[in-house]
């Protein structure tokens, strides 16, 4: 069986998207061949064109994709053609840690969602003719009209589901909220510092909003971000290019420090500030990722007070638990995810993906709608 779609494709990097006609490698028993209605771009697939991330080029990038089941494989029983889903990174099911409920640091991550190019066995999931294009971003490569998925990845959502707004909860979303209702858990009381208003961060604030804590401060350099997040929940904003966030930290807790921070910058001296306004048992996570080979200072004796630094990948969450609640809330209304992302056609996907660049827009969601 051919499947012929239209991807997004990216030649080298610091080269534009192109537009252009792929082929699909069959289904496998495991696989799902969805066709896309929506995909949100990500940091992470800039990350690649940027040439920061070692994707192996020329491929197709996108993992925030969101469809409707056109087929699937002779094993897949937990979705059927015609279903609505929402899809996100893959495991391997068997490790440890994925079999202790911690899918994101699968031990086989990287090489199965962000390096590998293809399945774990190498195979190629997308070809032009004879020519291999790397794929399987993320077991996903949404920027495509039709994608090859791995069960693992998705998520069945309900047939009234918007999924042009629900596209990002795939990484960016479940990222941000992951490492508050997941990770970090705030109790009643707390105090908790986010440095960095993009899409992640604020999705971060959405959920912190849900918690008990009492102080939810953000740090960023942009006053219309920092606007946002008071009215998605924040009680407290710094403008830290105009303000030192680490003195504000100081004066805003009483000179008592926050319980719990997030960093979504990944800015080593930002990370810096975050770790010096713990209080003792304080738990900073990090979810900003920064060049490889990044470091930071650390006090050991200042970390014996019973401080925390938590690495945090797709908000440590099961996503066919955690995403599925986080589309509950969405639809509540009690996290407004629409005040966040802005369309774009997918034939826009250069210009929606220099608005992201630029910071003029939180979350661009691509929509497939009229693409063939």
Request: aromatic residues 4%; glycine residues 12%.
């Amino acid at each position: 069986m051919t499947t012929s779609a239209r991807a997004a494709v990216l030649r080298g990097t610091h080269e534009d998207f192109a537009l252009e006609d792929i082929t699909l490698d069959d289904p496998r028993p495991d696989e799902v061949v969805v066709r896309v209605v929506a995909s949100g771009v990500c940091g992470t697939d800039l990350g690649v064109q940027a040439g920061h991330i070692p994707f192996p080029l020329p491929g197709v990038l996108g993992h925030e994709g969101a469809g409707i089941v056109e087929a699937t494989g002779s094993a897949v029983t937990s979705v059927k053609p015609g279903d609505k889903v929402l899809m996100t990174f893959t495991s391997c099911g068997v490790c440890r840690n994925c079999r202790s409920g911690h899918p994101a640091y699968c031990v086989e991550f990287l090489s199965r969602n962000l390096l590998g190019g293809g399945r774990a066995d190498g195979s190629a999931t997308i070809r032009q003719g004879d020519e291999v294009l790397h794929g399987h971003f993320f077991a996903q490569s949404s920027f495509s009209t039709l994608v090859l998925a791995d069960e693992r990845g998705l998520s069945k959502v309900d047939p009234d589901a918007d999924l042009s707004l629900l596209a990002p909860l795939g990484c960016g979303i479940q990222t941000g909220a992951g490492a508050v209702l997941n990770v970090l858990r705030p109790a009643p009381g707390s105090t908790l510092a986010i440095f960095g208003a993009g899409a992640v961060g604020l999705a971060a604030v959405m959920a912190a909003a849900l918690t008990g804590s009492v102080r939810i401060i953000v740090m960023d350099l942009v006053d219309s971000r920092l606007q946002l997040a008071k009215e998605l929940g924040a009680t407290d904003v710094v403008n830290s290019k105009e303000t030192d966030a680490g003195e504000a930290l100081v004066e805003l807790t009483g000179g008592l420090g926050v319980t719990h921070a997030i960093d979504a910058t990944g800015n080593a001296g930002v990370l810096g500030t975050a770790l010096n306004a713990l209080a003792p048992l304080g738990e900073l996570g990090l979810i900003g990722a920064p060049a490889a080979g990044t470091t930071v200072d650390v006090d050991i004796n200042y970390m014996l007070n019973g401080r925390r630094i938590t690495g945090i990948t797709e908000g440590d969450s099961m996503p066919q638990l955690f995403l599925p609640a986080l589309v509950e809330l969405v639809q509540q209304g009690r996290m407004p995810l629409d005040k966040l992302v802005a369309p774009y056609a997918f034939a826009d996907i250069n210009t929606a993906a220099q608005a992201a660049k630029e910071g003029a827009v939180l979350k661009p969601v691509l929509h497939f709608r009229d693409e063939s």
